[in-house]
């Protein structure tokens, strides 16, 4: 029959101590009770129980908050936002089995968790933790310090008679009621791990190995210790991400326990730990951390995808500079646009009131920029911040304005002004017209080395009236634009501009390698950026502002990066 059941079953993710911002000591009390869930299931959490210091005003707040959504919707006086929140909360809820629990102080000062079904009212809890001698004034105060209270062991069977997962909260560290070196006797301490109400020890070294651990000391060995005990790992999460600067403080779902269960319920749930078969629970080892996009994009720095606006106010000009960007990236290739973070490897500032800058940004791209674009708006959290993130297609209908006449594209890591070509580029492709031939037409030569694919190159130069003008290609996506003068350039055009009016090539100062050389190498805004040169018909064409990711076979040789042979 067990070996049955366990086919049937699946291993799930189970956090059992999370603290929300009912506990006095929580450590982040902007967060929502909507936010706690949501980073559950980032980080793939099956079950999750909130276990706040006695008290379970934090359950009970969000499941107000949920019936007074729902009591809305049956008058039909749902606000817009309301609406989303509960549709948040119902699909989350679906997929997150949430707890109610607490983290009972007993006499002493140990603690101890009690976890229950969500069919259990939150009244009954209540009055349990009356009876476990928590002061009516100290109910809702999620405190720690409650003053005299019932002892470990009253704590163990009350909570069991209830029909509640008896656990003992970080049993090997502080509070805990297996911490060694402590002032009590032997006795005490087997007592108080090897009682019967009991149900799990909740330990912090359960991935170690060793003699020493707390699940060796505990597996039945010892004489003096002979009923084996389960032992669990948990979050005890008092903030909803870990913080980088302090490991000890972790996230939602930063230390896990692994149940195998037949079905994600409270009552399979402590079926497991009332059981003997201590092969039902593991320590969840992820193969590595999951992937902080966010801080990817950040590392890599501002892109001709991606950009960084630390803030999104009006004073200063950032919400229009998250607009440009945004009308930029739909006519251009698409991209995402993050708010509350630059560009690096620092610590990201994030945003105060994260839902509050999703609603204006997402309000203001439907209002001032047309024809409408179809953008996602959401907050990602990456190390410890909210940080807004607009996702931006590249738009079916260009050319994509700012109040119907302000319009701009994008170029390598640069938002600008679109000029008259590019305009005219735009309204081609909406037409569906054949764009101009890319970069690359001198490909059917034979052994002739393609132009890189990244910077410009400044095709053709004309005086006029004492006016230089240039005819300027975007080696990117082949794009041509005439008529750029020095002064209407855009930062890598001025750059290529001021290169070839002010510092010509020079073939006997270049670094030849065939028939293409390199003429300097830059850093610019943390990327390498390369000056490079071509032989073509006793003429040189010369490509400014190469970056790496444009850079290819020969190429790639003559600057010393690994070869791409495509």
């Known amino acids: 029959m067990s070996r049955r059941k366990h086919k049937k079953s699946e291993w799930r993710r189970v956090d059992l101590h999370v603290h929300t911002p009912a506990s006095a000591d929580y450590l982040e009390p902007d967060v929502s009770y909507l936010d706690v869930l949501r980073q559950a299931e980032t980080k793939g959490l099956d079950i999750v129980a909130f276990a706040d210091h006695n008290t379970v005003a934090g359950y009970r707040t969000m499941m107000e908050e949920i019936e007074q959504l729902e009591l809305l919707e049956q008058l039909g006086r749902l606000r817009n936002e309301e609406e989303r929140r509960l549709k948040e909360y119902r699909r989350v809820r679906e997929r997150v089995l949430v707890l109610p629990g607490f983290e009972f102080t007993a006499t002493f000062g140990f603690h101890i968790l009690g976890i229950f079904s969500p069919e259990v009212d939150v009244r009954e809890l209540e009055f349990l933790l009356r009876r476990l001698n928590i002061p009516l004034d100290k109910l809702d105060a999620g405190s720690g310090e409650v003053g005299a209270t019932s002892d470990v062991l009253t704590a163990y069977e009350v909570i069991d008679e209830m029909g509640g997962i008896v656990i003992a909260a970080h049993a090997n560290s502080n509070h805990g009621v297996a911490m060694r070196r402590m002032g009590f006797g032997g006795q005490t301490r087997i007592a108080y791990t090897q009682d019967p109400h009991l149900h799990a020890l909740e330990v912090t070294d359960l991935e170690k190995r060793g003699r020493r651990t707390t699940v060796r000391f505990f597996d039945g060995s010892r004489p003096e210790y002979p009923r084996p005990m389960r032992c669990i790992q948990s979050s005890d999460a008092h903030?909803?991400?870990?913080?980088?600067?302090?490991?000890?403080?972790?996230?939602?779902?930063?230390?896990?326990?692994?149940?195998?269960?037949?079905?994600?319920?409270?009552?399979?749930?402590?079926?497991?730990?009332?059981?003997?078969?201590?092969?039902?629970?593991?320590?969840?080892?992820?193969?590595?951390?999951?992937?902080?996009?966010?801080?990817?994009?950040?590392?890599?720095?501002?892109?001709?995808?991606?950009?960084?606006?630390?803030?999104?106010?009006?004073?200063?000009?950032?919400?229009?500079?998250?607009?440009?960007?945004?009308?930029?990236?739909?006519?251009?290739?698409?991209?995402?646009?993050?708010?509350?973070?630059?560009?690096?490897?620092?610590?990201?500032?994030?945003?105060?009131?994260?839902?509050?800058?999703?609603?204006?940004?997402?309000?203001?791209?439907?209002?001032?920029?047309?024809?409408?674009?179809?953008?996602?708006?959401?907050?990602?959290?990456?190390?410890?911040?909210?940080?807004?993130?607009?996702?931006?297609?590249?738009?079916?209908?260009?050319?994509?304005?700012?109040?119907?006449?302000?319009?701009?594209?994008?170029?390598?890591?640069?938002?600008?002004?679109?000029?008259?070509?590019?305009?005219?580029?735009?309204?081609?492709?909406?037409?569906?017209?054949?764009?101009?031939?890319?970069?690359?037409?001198?490909?059917?030569?034979?052994?002739?080395?393609?132009?890189?694919?990244?910077?410009?190159?400044?095709?053709?130069?004309?005086?006029?009236?004492?006016?230089?003008?240039?005819?300027?290609?975007?080696?990117?996506?082949?794009?041509?634009?005439?008529?750029?003068?020095?002064?209407?350039?855009?930062?890598?055009?001025?750059?290529?501009?001021?290169?070839?009016?002010?510092?010509?090539?020079?073939?006997?100062?270049?670094?030849?390698?065939?028939d293409i050389g390199l003429i300097k190498r830059r850093k610019y805004a943390g990327r390498s950026r390369y000056d490079l040169v071509q032989r073509e018909n006793g003429k040189l064409r010369v490509y400014y502002g190469v970056t790496e990711d444009g850079i290819h076979g020969e190429w790639a040789r003559l600057v010393g990066l690994e070869v791409d042979e495509e």
């Open 239 to 514: 903030r909803l991400t870990h913080d980088p600067s302090d490991p000890k403080h972790l996230g939602v779902g930063d230390r896990v326990t692994e149940v195998l269960l037949p079905e994600v319920s409270f009552a399979a749930l402590r079926e497991v730990f009332l059981g003997n078969d201590f092969a039902l629970t593991r320590p969840y080892r992820p193969a590595k951390a999951p992937l902080d996009h966010v801080r990817a994009a950040r590392e890599e720095g501002a892109t001709i995808i991606q950009s960084f606006h630390v803030g999104y106010t009006r004073r200063g000009g950032r919400l229009y500079a998250i607009l440009a960007d945004v009308c930029a990236f739909a006519n251009t290739n698409g991209g995402t646009v993050y708010v509350g973070a630059s560009a690096g490897k620092g610590q990201p500032n994030g945003l105060s009131e994260p839902d509050r800058a999703v609603s204006k940004i997402q309000g203001e791209i439907e209002r001032r920029i047309t024809p409408p674009l179809d953008v996602r708006v959401d907050v990602q959290e990456t190390q410890g911040a909210k940080v807004v993130r607009v996702v931006v297609p590249r738009g079916d209908d260009p050319p994509y304005a700012i109040d119907d006449s302000k319009i701009y594209v994008r170029s390598e890591a640069e938002t600008g002004m679109a000029v008259r070509d590019e305009i005219v580029g735009l309204v081609m492709r909406a037409r569906g017209a054949r764009e101009v031939e890319p970069v690359g037409e001198e490909k059917e030569k034979a052994g002739h080395v393609e132009p890189p694919r990244t910077g410009v190159e400044i095709v053709e130069s004309k005086e006029r009236k004492g006016t230089l003008y240039h005819t300027v290609r975007d080696l990117r996506n082949g794009n041509v634009v005439k008529s750029v003068t020095r002064k209407s350039a855009r930062r890598l055009w001025h750059y290529a501009i001021t290169q070839v009016e002010d510092h010509p090539a020079d073939a006997n100062k270049v670094e030849w390698r065939g």
